[in-house]
């Protein structure tokens, strides 16, 4: 691995405190981990705060496009991965005025999960909250779905459009209904010449041969629906025009706003061959390109490849999208200079500063020493769950499970020896979705904290206890991620096991738990993948275990001793 980089743990955190240091004029941190960015000029009276967010390895994705005209705020994650519920949170309060707020981010899972329970704090204390989602990936989910689709480089085009309606100070709801409409409007293709290599990890997230493309990728390094010879640039971009024009209006008369991005090693060169040719067929048939972006808008570290992505124009968007902007990476037209708002003072997002006083039964917890012991074995199993994910994902799931794990661990360490059921599930809760914010820890993460609520006051995590803790973890995934048993997901693993489990009176539980986990492994992997990252590979997923289901095997054999 080839990277310019010191510890690959703390990459995020150096490129944040590069960018604070390179650009305090015009952004500034809101959270003592510099994992939130704002407009210095934020919050302003009567101005809906745009608020966004997403994994880092995108720049200028995210990052980049906060500023005037642009978005308001961003919470950052780990390569890939989502920011905290708390650091959304604190991105909220921040550019907060008495205009309320638009979260507007991508559709991806870690990321829904997280920003609906900051949206819901938020509106605890009184901040009104809409929510739009980026959606313009044509191939990651048929028309019928559409709205399951994923957001990638379109969405830079919806954060314009958006951004600029609110800079004209228009209420929350005609912001809204404008990114609404820009999301409505906007098709996204892409094609992958080779991975990306996350920085924690040291390998691709997928291979290709020499001569292979890979259509439709996403931008964490997800494969796409279509391997293959790799075309010539005409051919490629053919490819998407078609597809695109299936869904866009792409007829005589029509006026749209063209973006040709790079996903981070294509020339730019590369991408006006492309570009030459969008502008050829589109003028065949009669289409004006109003306004065009070609660069690197939304990237993917170092992966090669490209992505075309149209957005149709009526009057409102095209002056929208025209209008000035400005961010330490976008300039268009000509902004004003800002002063910069009062700064209050950086907040604490870690999850400690949430966490309730713990509650004690006054007899030792066997559960959280079993926990404490045993718990930093899943460290074992980090590259086999990482090989699992970048098969049918974006490859962190080894790293969202290993910390996590480690993460729990010594936040029970940290509770009395005779804390209850409940305390130790909310400790794990907030440890294990903190560690590396992910789809999958985020969903852990809510599964426990549901599981904290159903345990009785003052009782011990016991078997009867766990029983009712797993089934009230499968309940809350179950609603948060729409799964249902069939999909493919750890439910189908989780669901065997707490039957066992309750079906064991004790006697051996361990044993069968684990017997339990296995079989509906190897049974759910001849399922196709109808939920999350995989099921944007749709039948390529057959005949592949699970990731998530396998990290639950992997939990249930390191607790049981298995």
Same mark, same amino acid.
Request: with cysteine.
């Given at each position: 691995?080839?990277?310019?980089?010191?510890?690959?743990?703390?990459?995020?955190?150096?490129? $944040?405190?590069?960018?604070?240091?390179?650009?305090?004029?015009?952004?500034?941190?809101?959270?003592?981990? +510099?994992?939130?960015?704002?407009?210095?000029?934020?919050?302003?009276? /009567?101005?809906?705060?745009?608020?966004?967010?997403?994994?880092?390895?995108?720049?200028?994705?995210?990052?980049?496009?906060?500023?005037?005209?642009?978005?308001?705020? *961003?919470a950052?994650?780990?390569?890939?991965?989502?920011?905290?519920?708390?650091?959304?949170?604190?991105?909220?309060?921040?550019?907060?005025?008495?205009?309320?707020?638009?979260?507007?981010? #991508?559709?991806?899972?870690?990321?829904?999960?997280?920003?609906?329970?900051?949206?819901?704090?938020?509106?605890?204390?009184?901040i009104? %909250?809409?929510?739009? !989602?980026?959606?313009?990936?044509?191939?990651?989910?048929?028309?019928?779905?559409? +709205?399951?689709?994923?957001?990638?480089?379109?969405?830079?085009?919806?954060?314009?459009?958006?951004?600029?309606?609110?800079?004209?100070?228009? +209420?929350?709801?005609?912001?809204?209904?404008?990114?609404n409409?820009?999301?409505?409007?906007?098709?996204?293709?892409?094609?992958?010449?080779?991975?990306?290599?996350?920085?924690?990890? /040291?390998?691709?997230t997928?291979?290709?041969?020499?001569?292979?493309?890979?259509?439709?990728?996403?931008?964490h390094?997800?494969? #796409?629906?279509?391997?293959?010879?790799?075309?010539?640039a005409?051919?490629?971009?053919?490819?998407?025009? &078609?597809?695109?024009?299936?869904?866009?209006?792409?007829?005589?008369?029509?006026?749209?706003?063209?973006?040709?991005?790079?996903?981070?090693?294509?020339?730019?060169?590369?991408?006006?061959?492309?570009?030459?040719?969008?502008?050829?067929?589109?003028?065949?048939?009669?289409?004006?390109?109003?306004?065009?972006?070609v =660069?690197?808008?939304?990237?993917?570290? &170092?992966?090669?490849?490209?992505?075309?992505? %149209?957005?149709?124009?009526?009057?409102?968007?095209?002056?929208?999208?025209?209008?000035?902007?400005?961010?330490?990476?976008f300039?268009?037209?000509?902004?004003?200079? %800002?002063?910069?708002?009062?700064?209050?003072?950086?907040?604490?997002?870690?999850?400690?500063a949430?966490?309730?006083?713990p509650?004690?039964?006054?007899?030792?917890?066997?559960a959280?020493e079993? !926990?404490?012991?045993r718990?930093?074995? $899943?460290?074992?199993?980090?590259? &086999?769950?990482?090989?699992?994910?970048?098969?049918? #994902?974006?490859?962190?799931?080894?790293?969202?499970?290993?910390? /996590?794990?480690?993460?729990v661990?010594?936040?029970?360490? &940290?509770?009395?020896?005779?804390?209850?059921?409940?305390?130790?599930?909310?400790?794990?809760?907030?440890?294990?979705?903190?560690a590396?914010?992910?789809?999958?820890?985020?969903?852990?993460?809510?599964?426990?904290?549901?599981?904290?609520?159903?345990?009785?006051?003052?009782?011990?995590?016991g078997?009867?206890?766990? *029983?009712?803790?797993?089934?009230?973890?499968?309940?809350? *995934?179950?609603?948060?991620?729409?799964?249902?048993?069939?999909?493919?997901?750890?439910?189908?693993?989780?669901?065997?096991?707490?039957?066992?489990?309750?079906?064991?009176?004790?006697?051996?539980?361990?044993? %069968?738990?684990?017997?339990?986990?296995?079989?509906?492994?190897?049974?759910?992997?001849?399922?196709?993948?109808?939920?999350?990252?995989?099921?944007?590979?749709?039948?390529?997923?057959?005949?592949?275990?699970?990731? =998530?289901?396998?990290?639950?095997?992997?939990f249930?054999?390191?607790?049981?001793?298995?």
């Open positions: 691995m080839r990277k310019i980089i010191n510890e690959p743990d703390a990459f995020v955190d150096e490129v $944040m405190e590069g960018i604070f240091a390179a650009h305090a004029s015009q952004v500034r941190p809101a959270t003592t981990d +510099n994992r939130t960015l704002v407009r210095v000029d934020s919050p302003k009276t /009567g101005r809906v705060g745009i608020v966004t967010g997403g994994g880092s390895g995108h720049l200028p994705f995210f990052l980049g496009y906060v500023g005037q005209g642009l978005c308001s705020a *961003v950052i994650g780990n390569v890939f991965s989502s920011p905290s519920s708390a650091q959304i949170y604190a991105a909220s309060q921040a550019v907060s005025s008495d205009a309320g707020l638009l979260y507007l981010y #991508g559709n991806y899972g870690g990321d829904v999960y997280n920003f609906d329970i900051a949206a819901e704090m938020c509106r605890t204390n009184g009104q %909250i809409n929510t739009v !989602l980026g959606t313009d990936d044509l191939l990651s989910a048929p028309p019928e779905r559409a +709205n399951d689709r994923r957001g990638v480089a379109g969405l830079f085009l919806v954060y314009k459009v958006a951004g600029a309606a609110a800079d004209q100070l228009l +209420n929350l709801d005609e912001v809204t209904r404008i990114a409409a820009a999301v409505q409007n906007t098709r996204t293709m892409g094609v992958g010449l080779s991975p990306t290599i996350l920085p924690a990890a /040291g390998e691709a997928f291979h290709l041969a020499d001569g292979e493309m890979e259509i439709g990728v996403g931008i390094g997800e494969q #796409g629906t279509h391997r293959g010879p790799l075309e010539s005409d051919q490629i971009t053919d490819r998407f025009l &078609e597809g695109i024009a299936g869904e866009l209006n792409l007829t005589d008369g029509a006026r749209v706003a063209v973006l040709v991005n790079g996903l981070g090693a294509t020339p730019l060169e590369e991408l006006y061959v492309m570009y030459r040719r969008v502008n050829s067929v589109l003028a065949a048939r009669g289409v004006t390109i109003a306004h065009r972006f =660069g690197e808008y939304v990237t993917s570290l &170092e992966m090669a490849g490209a992505s075309l992505s %149209i957005m149709i124009l009526d009057d409102e968007l095209e002056a929208l999208i025209a209008a000035p902007a400005a961010s330490p990476f300039q268009q037209g000509t902004t004003e200079t %800002i002063s910069a708002a009062d700064a209050p003072a950086l907040v604490d997002a870690s999850v400690s949430f966490a309730p006083a509650v004690t039964t006054g007899t030792r917890s066997v959280r079993l !926990l404490i012991e718990l930093p074995a $899943m460290s074992a199993h980090g590259e &086999e769950l990482r090989e699992l994910d970048a098969a049918l #994902g974006d490859g962190d799931l080894g790293i969202t499970v290993t910390k /996590g794990s480690v993460a661990a010594a936040a029970l360490r &940290e509770l009395p020896e005779d804390s209850d059921a409940a305390t130790l599930l909310r400790a794990a809760a907030s440890a294990f979705a903190a590396n914010p992910s789809t999958f820890a985020a969903l852990v993460g809510s599964g426990l904290f549901a599981a904290a609520d159903a345990m009785p006051a003052r009782s011990e995590l078997l009867d206890e766990l *029983v009712v803790a797993l089934q009230a973890v499968f309940d809350r *995934v179950s609603e948060k991620g729409g799964a249902r048993l069939g999909d493919k997901t750890f439910l189908d693993v989780l669901h065997p096991v707490i039957q066992a489990l309750a079906g064991s009176k004790g006697s051996g539980a361990g044993t %069968i738990a684990t017997a339990a986990a296995r079989d509906a492994v190897d049974a759910s992997a001849q399922l196709q993948s109808a939920r999350g990252r995989a099921a944007w590979q749709q039948e390529r997923t057959i005949g592949h275990r699970d990731p =998530g289901a396998v990290a639950v095997l992997r249930v054999e390191v607790l049981s001793g298995e």
